[in-house]
């Protein structure tokens, strides 16, 4: 069943239209991805979601519930979190502090305990640095905090935006395993990315958005195996 | 239908006549008063004080049945005024108004020298009499302005009989400090008591200026301690003045001697409990000072007006608070005004200019002449001031006349504190 | 000349300058808006403890807590009416909507205090160290300030709320992404803002008299202080006053004290060049 | 900047309308009108210098009074001193203003934001008390002038008339300057930088100078204007002259009637000292003005932020041609 | 030679965005400049136009030392860029945008001179029905065309272009492709970022990728499209990805 949908959505900023009728939706304990071109409205698409962008048009049911109109916090409050991208940590507050922000919605507040230790088993380094302030960790240890604090949250929907950007690979595959063993306990994914290969590589589902509309979607395997998926976003 | 306009013709020819004979008879004229007030900003008080003063004159002449002159012309008075928010940008503009919109027959200065430098132009433009109030600075009327006429002693005299009631205090005082506010009138003072001292044999150990608003006085008492004067004289406004005068107690500097212009003789300077102890102050006006008819008759002057008792009377029953010198001087100017009339036996520009050239009288508010030299026209040479200074304990503190000599009411708490 | 007692008397006076600038710095550093109704609110808190002095009978100290509560609610009632819109529009308007909420006060204050000074007649005796002696008020006043930085550096540092603000100030968009309700934050921390510019007027008026128009002064100050100690730091605040009190204290010692202010500005305009963050280089 | 420029209607309807207006007292010959025509005439001059700074470039400045300080105590100095006439004093005093910004601009205009704002607080501040204790230029008592100043040019009531044609003239060339500016090489380089100042210097425009040179220009004029009302008001002090204030009340003009625009600062200027006028004289509000037009002005921020101008280019895209 | 880089380095607090990046370009070439999200490729344009200034190494530019030469002077010799999130001068008309192109670029025109450019550019980048818009009423794509237009209209020697192609469709990108050719056969040089990999394949006569700030390849599309460090950087690890998906299949 779909925890999370999306329906002919249309948004944008301003007098310009990014959005174009997307459509979308996430199977509950699944990790599904959305690939695209730089451009094609990925990143608005979460922004719509979350309550960031208004839009102008369709609707946004969470849990069987119409959100379209709620702001960004009391979505949260619902336990839709997005990782955004470009971690936008709280750069001059500690790991510890980060951490503790993604505890403000009231359901995550009785779980802190349980996702605190929960975090610090899946990401053992933030816990080494956890008196450091988050302007002083690497790229990678920063991505690692921003899922880590959106996890604090103790979300139904966690939503990343651009994980692998500017990392390493083999940090991203660490990453993504990670991913994974949230996933294992339940947790429903939504993964935007710009690394299609590997994003496909360890989601369920996977949907592909261009200009601003879904032209594509199905399992992951048999998406990496498109040949228009291959060929319009893997390049060569 | 001949006939209906026949009748009404006899109505209307009987209207006018009427009309014309009412006048005729009558003959009331209702002269116009017009000035700005600081109904907002910095000078808010001191000039609302100087207003309620100008009305009372007003509402007692006019209450009177106003000035009859010899033609049977009544004259009764209203006021027009605007606010100028206690800054000069709008004076202009507004005493303009007054002048040509309002037809105001005179005017009255607004409250500060700054700003009736900026009004006076405009009078003087326009041919109205102006009689200045709250305005002391003896700049304004050495511009060659022939129809600006000062109630306030100026300036230049402000200070200087403290200095005079040093030196008959204590001969072996020698060291002054003058820390004073840093606008016009304190500084103009200040220039002034400074000449007179060194003139007089003074040291004078410190002369500096404070920011008008200044509430933190740390560094000039540091200075003063430093340099030990026997005396401390300067000041500005209310405000400072009194957190001066308080700081200088806290710190506990030992001084013989200190005297600070306008907040002294303020009834709520006494507030300052024991920091007011021993503060002597220059007052335009006192209500302990008296002047009355029989000491008009002694300095074989002309006498115009209410005594200072009635006076006082009259502001406590309209205002419910004893008159500061700031309401006594805006009363004041209302009552030139009215004799000047009543001498010229006209409204006409000319002739009062020169019933006030000529006018040399006592009121209740002192003497009053002014200069008529080119030089300094309209600047008051008659009036002087008093110096008053707070006596007593705690709560029970009282104001005492300590100079000049022939107006005192009491000894001067001669040295302060210390020894 | 005996430059101790210069010294003393500008700290004391710097501890004032301190906490007055710290509900400007909050606000500035928080939500980057610069509050030109500071001042008017700083005379507000100085009235506040008259009244609660004159009218309710009680310690100025007292009141000053009263007067804290009533800066609270002031201050997130001013966000709510004239900040909350323009939040996110250009510098000149929320420059432009404080300095409207500055002609209101002045305005409504001229007319029902007139601009005559008031005076809260109270007094703790003197201290007196060697050449040092000063009023207990002032004394009182820096303790306070020190108790205050302490406890708004606690409520920012030790209290989930205080993190929320923090969070705030520091990435609006991650914070109300976590959950986090920023407009209510942001009415807050202007609540606070003002709560302790309420604050800083009623310890000042327990030792200087005030008038309506007493606050411009203040807030003037607080810019200098802002830009020395760096915005949004209370700690910051603090010193840069104490550096500021300092400054004014012992120039005077020198030169005539008329050159403070020419100094102390040209100081702020070197010091914004130079180091636009803040002597203490917090963050922009 | 060619020719073709100079037919822009909106342009000639701005110089037209501030004409008629400022001729009103001329024909009717009434003083009370021309003064207060003159007060806001010269709104509108220190308004659209302003906007060069504020509304072409984009720079918030808190101190653009320094400027009318400035030229009011060069040319009073001048005057009362060496006995210049007001003319030459008036050029004087433009001169001495353009050059303070010009040595400031090379300082503080590579602060952004707030951070120029405050910068222009602090420098109106340290001059003020600076002029206080400088005291060739009288110190705490200012500069005051004789009234026989006034009598070579025709007695106070002609100087006063005199003073006022100047500043109409005045206004309308600012008018007119302000619009060859905006319409100019020069003009276009502060747009951009107003936009994105980083993309400006990409396609480059040399932000330093051409940020200096429109300080520079956005100066002379309330210099002049300074001189003229300082001469008018027979005296100049050091807190009249640097009225934090009234530079304030400026940014609050140009925003009524909307930056950037030609007849905005103008229509801000007219609208804000017309209420003001009428404020102070209604005796409904005259105790109460100060509180009423705070209100107004918290009104318009929240509700038309972009000006009355502003807000009709917007609502009506047809209309930025023609009201420039 | 038009430009010469040699060493560049540049530091942003702890994190080295450049190390050592060195390539010259001939005259009349496009250089396609390419890597991962992150690897310092705008970064590298700001080090050469000016906006910043790098801690080691050396930018010449026809001959000149620009080194830490301020942007205007840059862009007077000749240089123009375009930005990858686009700034257009949102409130001036998309006329007005170009004709600021024109009037401080290399060739220092007055407002006539630069009006009939502006005209001219515009049709190049298919804006000129536009003309009279104000530029914040584009959309992304239009926006990028005026920034294209902008730089062009400065009449350049070489020109950087910063991920032109992103966001535009298919038919979009041959069209830029096609106005990215015809500047070159104009006798402007060009450095593209690009990550629409075909597109810049075809088009770039040589190719430099950097990875984590070092340069890791220069040369022909082939011989970069043959590296395996370029693929592996590139495209991420396909071994990782494989290995992911074994995990997967595993679980």
């Known amino acids: 069943m779909s925890i999370l949908e999306v329906k002919d959505v249309a948004s944008g900023y301003g007098e310009v239209q990014i959005l174009w009728g997307a459509s979308l939706s996430l199977g509950q304990g699944m990790i599904t991805s959305l690939v695209g071109a730089n451009g094609a409205g990925k990143t608005t698409l979460l922004r719509t979601v979350m309550g960031l962008v208004k839009p102008k048009s369709g609707s946004i049911s969470f849990n069987g519930r119409d959100v379209s109109a709620l702001p960004a916090h009391t979505k949260a409050e619902l336990g839709l979190i997005l990782v955004p991208e470009g971690r936008q940590l709280f750069v001059q507050m500690s790991v510890e502090e980060n951490l503790e922000m993604g505890t403000a919605p009231k359901r995550a507040k009785p779980r802190k305990d349980y996702n605190l230790e929960r975090v610090y088993t899946i990401f053992p380094r933030l816990k080494e640095r956890r008196t450091q302030k988050a302007r002083t960790l690497s790229g990678g240890e920063q991505q690692m905090l921003a899922v880590a604090r959106g996890i604090m949250a103790d979300p139904v929907v966690l939503m990343i935006d651009e994980m692998s950007l500017g990392l390493a690979p083999v940090l991203v595959l660490d990453l993504f395993q990670n991913l994974r063993k949230l996933k294992d306990e339940g947790l429903t994914i939504l993964l935007v990315e710009q690394n299609v290969q590997m994003a496909l590589a360890v989601s369920d589902y996977g949907f592909v958005l261009s200009h601003g509309k879904v032209d594509l979607h199905g399992p992951s395997a048999n998406l990496i195996d498109d040949e228009h998926v291959r060929e319009a976003y893997l390049g060569i | 239908m001949k006939r209906a306009l026949y009748l009404l013709s006899v109505v209307l020819l009987v209207t006018v006549l009427l009309g014309v004979t009412l006048v005729a008879n009558a003959q009331e004229r209702t002269a116009v008063i017009g000035f700005t007030a600081s109904t907002t900003g910095k000078y808010n008080v001191e000039s609302t004080r100087q207003i309620n003063g100008l009305n009372l004159w007003l509402n007692q002449v006019n209450e009177s049945g106003g000035i009859t002159l010899s033609d049977g012309t009544v004259v009764t008075f209203e006021t027009v005024f605007y606010d100028d928010e206690s800054n000069t940008d709008r004076v202009q503009e507004l005493y303009t108004r007054l002048a040509t919109d309002d037809n105001a027959d005179f005017l009255i200065s607004p409250y500060s020298s700054g700003l009736t430098d900026a009004s006076s132009i405009i009078a003087e433009q326009y041919g109205k009499v102006m009689i200045t109030t709250g305005a002391a600075s003896d700049s304004t009327y050495q511009k060659g302005y022939s129809l600006v006429f000062q109630t306030y002693t100026p300036a230049s005299r402000y200070l200087t009989g403290a200095l005079d009631l040093l030196a008959s205090l204590d001969e072996s005082a020698t060291k002054i400090a003058i820390v004073h506010e840093n606008d016009k009138f304190s500084s103009d003072v200040s220039t002034a008591l400074n000449e007179y001292a060194l003139a007089l044999g003074y040291e004078v150990v410190l002369f500096e200026g404070y920011d008008s608003g200044t509430t933190d006085f740390a560094p000039f008492i540091n200075k003063i301690q430093d340099a030990a004067p026997d005396a401390v004289l300067g000041g500005g406004h209310f405000q400072d003045g009194s957190t001066f005068a308080r700081q200088l107690y806290e710190k506990g500097i030992d001084l013989k001697f200190v005297a600070l212009l306008v907040a002294p003789p303020e009834p709520s300077f006494s507030e300052l409990g024991d920091a007011a102890v021993g503060v002597v102050g220059p007052s335009q006006w006192e209500p302990l000072g008296l002047i009355d008819a029989m000491a008009a008759e002694a300095a074989g002057l002309e006498f115009f007006g209410p005594s200072g008792q009635e006076f006082i009377d009259a502001y406590m029953a309209a205002y419910d608070e004893e008159p500061s010198y700031h309401a006594a001087g805006g009363y004041v100017a209302g009552l030139l005004l009215q004799k000047a009339i009543i001498d010229a036996d006209s409204l006409d520009t000319q002739a009062i200019k020169e019933a006030l050239d000529n006018m040399d009288l006592l009121t209740f508010f002192g003497h009053m002449q002014f200069d008529t030299t080119p030089e300094a026209h309209g600047l008051q040479i008659g009036h002087s001031m008093m110096y008053i200074q707070w006596q007593g304990e705690g709560d029970m503190l009282e104001k005492a006349i300590v100079w000049p000599p022939e107006a005192v009411t009491g000894d001067a708490l001669y040295p302060i504190r210390g020894e | ?284 | 900047m060619s020719l073709k420029n100079l037919k822009n209607p909106g342009l000639w309807l701005t110089l037209v309308v501030v004409f008629i207006l400022g001729v009103i007292p001329i024909i009717n010959n009434k003083a009370s009108a021309r003064e207060e025509t003159l007060t806001v005439l010269l709104s509108v001059i220190l308004v659209s210098s302003l906007n060069i700074l504020l509304g072409y470039t984009g720079y918030i400045s808190f101190g653009h009074i320094v400027f009318y300080g400035m030229g009011g105590y060069v040319g009073l100095f001048l005057i009362s001193v060496y006995g210049w006439s007001l003319w030459t004093a008036m050029v004087a005093g433009g001169l001495a203003s353009g050059l303070l910004a010009f040595l400031l601009g090379s300082a503080i205009l590579r602060l952004r934001g707030s951070y120029f704002a405050l910068a222009t607080i602090g420098i109106n501040e340290a001059m003020r008390a600076f002029i206080s204790n400088f005291e060739p230029f009288g110190g705490p008592t200012g500069i005051s002038l004789n009234f026989q100043v006034y009598n070579q040019y025709g007695g106070a009531a002609q100087a006063l008339w005199t003073i006022y044609y100047v500043v109409l003239a005045l206004a309308l060339g600012n008018i007119l300057l302000s619009y060859v500016v905006k319409t100019s090489k020069f003009g276009l380089g502060l747009q951009a930088i107003r936009e994105d100042e980083e993309a400006a210097e990409v396609m480059g425009v040399v932000t330093p100078s051409s940020k200096t040179w429109a300080y520079v220009l956005s100066a002379i004029l309330p210099g002049m204007v300074g001189v003229l009302f300082f001469f008018k008001n027979g005296n100049i002090e050091p807190g009249p002259a640097f009225r934090l204030h009234l530079s304030i009340e400026l940014l609050v003009m140009v925003m009524l009637g909307g930056y950037g625009t030609i007849a905005g600062p103008v229509l801000g200027a007219f609208g804000y000292q017309r209420l003001r006028g009428l404020l102070l004289t209604s005796d409904l509000f005259k105790n109460i003005q100060l509180t009423v037009a705070g209100v107004l002005l918290l009104v318009i921020i929240l509700f038309i932020p972009s000006g009355a101008v502003g807000w009709i280019r917007h609502r009506f895209p047809v209309t930025r041609r023609y009201l420039p | 030679m038009i430009l010469q880089v040699s060493g560049v380095s540049k530091r942003f607090g702890g994190l080295q965005a450049l190390s050592d990046v060195s390539f010259n370009l001939e005259e009349g070439r496009i250089m396609g400049l390419i890597g991962p999200n992150g690897a310092g490729k705008t970064t590298l344009f700001n080090c050469i136009n000016g906006v910043y200034k790098p801690e080691e190494g050396r930018v010449v530019f026809r001959g000149q030392d620009i080194t830490g030469s301020k942007t205007y002077h840059v862009a007077k010799m000749g240089l123009a860029r375009t930005h990858q999130i686009v700034r257009p001068l949102n409130d001036l008309t998309i006329r007005e945008n170009v004709i600021v192109g024109a009037c401080f670029g290399r060739e220092n025109h007055s407002l006539g001179g630069a009006e009939k450019i502006a005209e001219e550019v515009l049709e190049f980048v298919r804006l000129h029905e536009r003309a009279n818009q104000l530029a914040g009423s584009l959309n992304v794509g239009q926006k990028k065309r005026l920034e294209m237009a902008r730089a062009l209209a400065a009449r350049p020697y070489l020109l950087l272009l910063d991920e032109v192609l992103a966001g535009l469709n298919a038919s979009e990108i041959t069209q830029m492709i096609g106005i990215v050719r015809d500047i070159r056969e104009r006798g402007t040089t060009i450095i593209m970022i690009e990550h629409v990999m075909q597109a810049v394949m075809n088009v770039s006569d040589d190719i430099l990728v950097l990875d984590f700030g070092k340069q890791i390849a220069f040369g022909t599309p082939e011989q970069v499209a043959n590296d395996p460090k370029v693929i592996e950087a590139y495209l991420g690890d396909p071994t990782l990805a494989a290995e992911l998906s074994g995990k997967k299949s595993s679980a």
Do not use: C, Q
Not at chain 3, 136 to 164: E, I, P, Q
Not at chain 3, 181 to 196: E, H, V
Not at chain 3, 234 to 245: K, R, S, V
């Open chain 3, 1 to 284: 000349m005996d430059i101790l007692t210069f010294l003393v008397d500008g700290l004391l006076i710097g501890f004032v300058y301190g906490i007055a600038a710290m509900g400007l710095t909050l606000i500035w550093g928080v939500m980057n808006v610069i509050n030109l109704s500071h001042g008017p609110i700083i005379a507000l808190g100085m009235f506040g403890i008259y009244f609660a002095a004159t009218s309710l009978g009680v310690n100025p100290y007292v009141g000053v807590i009263l007067v804290s509560f009533a800066g609270l609610l002031l201050g997130m009632l001013i966000y709510a009416i004239a900040i909350h819109r323009v939040i996110n529009a250009p510098h000149l308007s929320t420059l432009l909507a404080t300095f409207a909420v500055n002609m209101i006060i002045i305005g409504l204050g001229t007319t029902a205090f007139t601009t005559s000074a008031y005076n809260v007649d109270f007094s703790l005796g003197n201290i007196s160290v060697g050449p040092v002696n000063t009023p207990t008020t002032r004394v009182v006043a820096a303790l306070a300030s020190v108790l205050v930085t302490g406890a708004l550096y606690f409520f920012l540092y030790r209290t989930t709320l205080g993190k929320y603000v923090r969070a705030v100030t520091d990435n609006r968009a991650a914070a109300e992404l976590m959950g986090i309700p920023s407009a209510r934050i942001l009415a807050l921390s202007f609540g606070l803002g003002t709560m302790l510019a309420a604050i800083a007027g009623g310890l000042i008026a327990t030792f200087f008299p005030f008038t309506i128009l007493s606050g411009g002064a203040y807030e003037l100050k607080s810019f200098v202080v802002g830009v020395m100690g760096g915005v949004g730091n209370p700690l910051g605040a603090l010193i840069g006053g104490l550096i500021l009190g300092t400054f004014e204290g012992v120039i005077p010692a020198f030169m005539p004290t008329s050159w403070v202010p020419v100094l102390e500005f040209i100081l702020f305009v070197v010091i914004l060049l130079v180091r636009p963050t803040g002597l203490l280089g917090a963050k922009k």
